[in-house]
């Protein structure tokens, strides 16, 4: 039996803003070079382990994004399998009501658990076959969705975290399945959008799931015979466990100024025999750079604006993102005014300028203005509320429980 090509990726988040800047152009560059990839690797199918969209009601523009790009691969390469599973992100609704149509194209889209039965749901719908370049199913894909706490069994407090446990147990449900399904040479393939025990987040732009990430899921919930567990949530791009086949392939862009230090990519695996023999990893090119510059004093820091590098041939949305963070022994409302001025006429775009006061014995919250309640993080302003009223901080369980209440009305807007 030949080899069989499989490419990762996951957490595209189209329809994304940077501080109010739409990323469109840079999703369709990438999106673009990602179906160069497929064609120049011979890739046999894609799965895209979550968080297609970065919110539940996409704009029009991602939605066009996403559709063009999946009747682009369809019609360059017919017999790519391409399988599609929600995030904690995406409208698992919104994203199953074409399936009907995706399906015939050759597209599974599972963005929820199948219908309950008396003996708990039927992980058939789950197992995608997914074929090799000679027509013949080379491996089956258990397509496992972002589980939300409704999804979850009740398990005793006895048994262990009931969220935990609860996912160990759909999981297991859901991989035995696929494997009674696999025949001797077919690989098992898994997904799952999930937080990992271990996993390095990107606190900027990752959504706490499962409780605020208080219930990271341990890597024994996949079978150590999975040939490969194709992962999204987490951004960066990094291996579970110490397993090198369980694997977030991270986002192919960066969703946040502090996920410019790493690189973006895509997992391209091969398989032979039912086993993995074979894992490179693409890095996606940054069509726009982040340039952030932190400097103790305004003055150095504006210095270091005016021997700014930049391209003034550059079309306007390739221009770099700049974020720039000084220190100031008390406010200098001009500030603003000194940065934009060093920069007006130049091809960048100015996303963020932070102050650090010194030296004043004031704290920025008292001595500078109001900050803007979009710019927080919503456990931030939890955090803050918390402290106005009580001593300290809220606790573990606390902001367990805020969260998970937070995720419930982040998931029905």
């Not at 609704?93 to 199948?114: D, K, N």
């Not at 990519?265 to 890095?283: I, K, N, P, S």
């Amino acid at each position: 039996m030949p080899s069989f090509r499989l490419l990762h990726t996951a957490d595209w988040h189209l329809g994304q803003t940077l501080h109010g800047i739409p990323r469109d152009a840079e999703h369709e560059r990438f999106l673009d070079w990602l179906l160069e990839r497929i064609g120049e690797h011979r890739v046999d199918a894609l799965v895209i382990a979550g968080d297609v969209f970065d919110g539940q009601n996409p704009p029009i523009p991602a939605l066009a994004l996403f559709y063009r790009f999946l009747a682009r691969a369809k019609t360059l390469h017919p017999r790519l399998d391409i399988v599609v599973v929600a995030g904690n992100h995406d409208s698992a609704s919104r994203l199953e009501a074409p399936s009907p149509l995706m399906t015939e194209m050759g597209v599974r889209v599972v963005g929820t658990l199948p219908a309950s039965t008396a003996g708990g749901f039927d992980p058939a719908p789950l197992v995608v076959p997914l074929h090799g370049a000679d027509g013949r199913i080379a491996a089956r894909c258990v397509a496992m969705p972002y589980l939300r706490p409704s999804d979850l069994p009740t398990v005793e407090e006895d048994d262990g975290d009931p969220l935990i446990e609860g996912v160990r147990r759909l999981y297991r449900h859901a991989w035995s399945g696929g494997r009674d399904r696999c025949r001797p040479g077919e690989a098992l393939i898994l997904t799952g959008h999930c937080y990992m025990h271990g996993g390095a987040l990107s606190e900027l732009s990752e959504r706490k799931i499962l409780g605020g990430n208080l219930h990271a899921l341990p890597v024994d919930i996949f079978p150590e015979d999975a040939a490969y567990v194709a992962l999204g949530h987490l951004h960066r791009a990094q291996a579970v466990g110490g397993r090198d086949s369980v694997r977030y392939s991270g986002s192919p862009i960066p969703l946040a100024l502090d996920e410019d230090s790493y690189a973006h990519q895509v997992v391209l695996t091969e398989f032979a025999e039912g086993r993995l023999v074979g894992r490179d990893t693409l890095r996606v090119p940054r069509h726009v750079v982040i340039h952030r510059i932190a400097e103790a004093s305004p003055d150095a820091a504006l210095e270091r604006l005016k021997r700014l590098d930049l391209d003034q041939s550059l079309p306007r949305d390739t221009w770099p993102f700049l974020e720039v963070t000084v220190s100031l022994p008390e406010p200098r409302p001009s500030l603003r005014d000194e940065v934009e001025a060093v920069l007006s006429g130049r091809p960048v775009r100015l996303l963020k300028l932070g102050v650090r006061l010194t030296g004043s014995g004031e704290t920025l919250a008292d001595s500078a203005p109001p900050a803007d309640l979009a710019s927080l993080d919503p456990e931030e302003v939890f955090r803050r509320l918390y402290r106005r009223n009580h001593e300290g901080d809220p606790g573990p369980e606390l902001l367990a429980a805020f969260n998970e209440l937070l995720t419930g009305v982040q998931e029905t807007m």
